[in-house]
């Protein structure tokens, strides 16, 4: 049941985030107007409105005007209830489980925007790294989350001129307190070199001139990895430093 009822706020809560991914970038409130079709602007009844299920049922189009409706309405639910299924698989703790899949579905729509936009906005960024202070011991969690915060500022203004170029944005460092508090150091620098690794493979596989690569979306894939894996990399890290 506990379960059922996490996957379900799961699918709920990547309902809004596709509200906060097509509005907030835009300046737009996310709850003012109401629900509507992007094309006719004709207003949505409720039950047009049923994460994942009404785009089932309407088999992907507008009820008023017919156009199809994007896939991404339906794939960012999924992956909001995939992500707390899987937090809750792992951390059995309701309280919990809600908390840490409120983040890293945060993180998702954080990625995302980063990737459409180039720039992440502080509404979704901040509330996410102060939920983060409250997953373990708040003091040591915020200790951590300043460490690499300070870490990541250091590096940005040192890579910044060396380049002469602006090359790191304030969200990443955010991003990196996120990882602090989750984490602790050793995780968390772990997951830092795990992101630059993701990263640095998509990098060779896009190369496309000019194109600049946005870093949080392998941030928050590094850090999710981590988490879910944090026995095994201890396990390996002890092996390494025996």
Request: proline share 5%.
């Given at each position: 049941?506990?379960?059922?009822?996490?996957?379900?706020?799961?699918?709920?809560?990547?309902?809004?985030?596709?509200?906060?991914?097509?509005?907030?970038?835009?300046?737009e409130s996310i709850n003012f107007p109401s629900s509507h079709c992007p094309t006719c602007k004709h207003p949505l009844k409720w039950y047009h409105n049923i994460p994942l299920f009404s785009w089932l049922f309407l088999r992907g189009k507008c009820a008023f005007?017919?156009?199809?409706?994007?896939?991404?309405?339906?794939?960012?639910?999924?992956?909001?209830?995939?992500?707390?299924?899987?937090?809750?698989?792992?951390?059995?703790?309701?309280?919990?489980?809600?908390?840490?899949?409120?983040?890293?579905?945060?993180?998702?729509?954080?990625?995302?925007?980063?990737?459409?936009?180039?720039?992440?906005?502080?509404?979704?960024?901040?509330?996410?790294?102060?939920?983060?202070?409250?997953?373990?011991?708040?003091?040591?969690?915020?200790?951590?989350?300043?460490?690499?915060?300070?870490?990541?500022?250091?590096?940005?203004?040192?890579?910044?001129?060396?380049?002469?170029?602006?090359?790191?944005?304030?969200?990443?460092?955010?991003?990196?307190?996120?990882?602090?508090?989750?984490?602790?150091?050793?995780?968390?620098?772990?997951?830092?070199?795990?992101?630059?690794?993701?990263?640095?493979?998509?990098?060779?596989?896009?190369?496309?001139?000019?194109?600049?690569?946005?870093?949080?979306?392998?941030?928050?894939?590094?850090?999710?990895?981590?988490?879910?894996?944090?026995?095994?990399?201890?396990?390996?890290?002890?092996?390494?430093?025996?």
């Amino acid at each position: 049941m506990e379960l059922f009822l996490v996957t379900l706020i799961g699918l709920c809560f990547g309902s809004f985030l596709n509200v906060a991914i097509l509005r907030i970038p835009k300046g737009e409130s996310i709850n003012f107007p109401s629900s509507h079709c992007p094309t006719c602007k004709h207003p949505l009844k409720w039950y047009h409105n049923i994460p994942l299920f009404s785009w089932l049922f309407l088999r992907g189009k507008c009820a008023f005007c017919h156009t199809s409706i994007s896939l991404q309405y339906p794939l960012i639910e999924l992956l909001g209830a995939l992500i707390f299924l899987i937090i809750f698989i792992k951390t059995p703790l309701v309280n919990e489980a809600l908390l840490l899949g409120a983040i890293f579905a945060l993180l998702l729509a954080l990625s995302l925007i980063d990737l459409r936009y180039k720039a992440v906005p502080d509404t979704l960024s901040l509330p996410a790294l102060f939920l983060s202070f409250f997953v373990g011991s708040p003091l040591v969690s915020f200790q951590n989350a300043l460490l690499f915060m300070g870490g990541f500022t250091l590096l940005r203004f040192s890579i910044s001129s060396i380049m002469k170029k602006e090359v790191m944005g304030e969200a990443d460092i955010i991003i990196a307190g996120i990882i602090g508090a989750l984490l602790g150091i050793k995780l968390g620098c772990s997951s830092i070199y795990l992101s630059a690794i993701i990263a640095l493979i998509a990098f060779v596989i896009v190369r496309k001139k000019g194109y600049e690569l946005p870093f949080i979306p392998f941030l928050s894939l590094g850090l999710f990895i981590t988490w879910l894996f944090d026995t095994e990399i201890l396990s390996i890290l002890g092996m390494i430093y025996a």
